[in-house]
């Protein structure tokens, strides 16, 4: 079984999605780019505030780091636990679905950052 391109996966041109690896994958690289283009925001904002900082200048290395970092561990965990309903469902999902489902993530990473409630527990 062959992955869809990258530009048929965020470009939403692709047939409802059978297979729990093709369901994982979309939903994953939703996630994973919805993650970066955050954190990428976030850092061009670091730097430009940061700039003349002898330090803070890097900083947003660090971000941007974390924004491929964030994904990578708990985005294929999630999105397997996403696409395994679906799959022992026997639904398929259309691409629409997996771009929300993706991006949801990525959203409520953004909530629990802002909120900060891993720093309450």
Do not use: E
Not at 20 to 48: E, N, P
Not at 85 to 107: D, E, H, I, K, N
Request: aromatic share 14%; glycine share 6%.
């Amino acid at each position: 079984m062959s992955m869809d391109s990258l530009g048929t996966v965020l470009g939403l041109q692709c047939d409802p999605l059978n297979s729990f690896t093709k369901m994982w994958y979309h939903v994953f690289l939703w996630a994973l780019f919805s993650s970066f283009l955050v954190h990428v925001i976030a850092a061009s904002i670091a730097f430009l505030t940061l700039r003349k900082h002898k330090f803070g200048k890097f900083f947003p290395i660090l971000i941007v780091v974390m924004g491929v970092v964030t994904p990578l561990i708990s985005g294929i965990v999630s999105s397997a636990a996403i696409a395994s309903v679906y799959r022992f469902s026997s639904l398929p999902m259309q691409p629409l679905y997996a771009c929300f489902w993706g991006v949801g993530q990525t959203v409520l990473y953004c909530c629990v950052g802002f909120t900060r409630i891993l720093a309450t527990l």
